[in-house]
């Protein structure tokens, strides 16, 4: 069963260039979290998703960032116009559909430099 | 509001014990986690407790809690230079939809 996979591992965007991270959940896994690092920072919830619905998004912030997990295919989270302060690192995390705890499982991180 | 305090850094020496320590301030957590990260990698799931339990030792892990204090603490014995990362403490607060709010992290450095 394959962990939860992310890419691309590393992208690098100019000012004003839009960024896609893809996330594939754990296999029958139907939730997923975005949450983003900053450097030497721990890492602040994003948004949570299930299967075509968001659920929970109270720490996206209001302006440029979006995100989807379609019915077919992974849950992507999408910055437009990116600016120098989105560079981070970004994990997506899934958990169970059953489980009566939150464990969640991340990935390995997209590293995002904006130049 | 939710914040999750860590100290940020601890040196110890191969073999002895190391203690991070966290608080935190959401009363109603249902669930408290450590996360381990190592350099340019995700988080890996530690270790977990509930919070109607005050500890929980899993190999050379040991979890404590104090809710009255909400203190939460993570002791790792004989400790190894694989265990150099960082680790996370996490809180689940309830009716949160199971998001975690995450401390700063401590960065463990084992020397020999």
């Known amino acids: 069963n394959a962990g939860v996979m992310q890419n691309p591992r590393h992208l690098v965007r100019r000012r004003g260039q839009e960024a896609r991270l893809r996330c594939s959940p754990m296999?029958?896994?139907?939730?997923v979290y975005w949450y983003r690092q900053l450097p030497e920072e721990g890492l602040k919830f994003m948004v949570y998703?299930?299967?075509?619905?968001?659920?929970?998004e109270s720490g996206m912030p209001k302006e440029r960032f979006s995100a989807e997990f379609p019915k077919e295919g992974p849950s992507i989270l999408r910055i437009q116009q990116v600016v120098r302060g989105d560079s981070a690192a970004y994990f997506c995390?899934?958990?169970?559909?059953?489980?009566?705890?939150?464990?969640?499982?991340f990935g390995p991180g997209t590293r995002l430099t904006v130049l | 509001g939710e914040d999750v305090e860590q100290s940020l850094f601890l040196s110890v020496r191969e073999g002895d014990s190391s203690v991070i320590n966290c608080t935190y301030t959401?009363?109603?957590?249902?669930?408290l986690y450590w996360y381990k990260q190592e350099p340019g990698a995700g988080l890996q799931l530690l270790t977990y407790?509930?919070?109607?339990?005050d500890m929980k030792q899993d190999q050379r892990l040991t979890v404590l809690l104090n809710k009255k204090d909400k203190h939460l603490s993570l002791r790792i014995a004989d400790t190894q230079t694989g265990d150099s990362a960082i680790y996370f403490c996490?809180?689940?607060?309830?009716?949160?939809?199971?998001?975690?709010?995450f401390g700063a992290g401590t960065r463990l450095a084992v020397h020999p």
């Open positions: 998703l299930q299967k075509e619905n968001i659920i929970d």
């Open positions: 296999k029958g896994h139907s939730h």
């Open positions: 996490a809180e689940e607060p309830s009716g949160g939809y199971n998001k975690l709010i």
């Open positions: 995390a899934s958990s169970p559909l059953t489980s009566g705890k939150g464990e969640q499982f």
């Open positions: 959401d009363s109603s957590s249902t669930y």
């Open positions: 407790i509930f919070s109607n339990m």
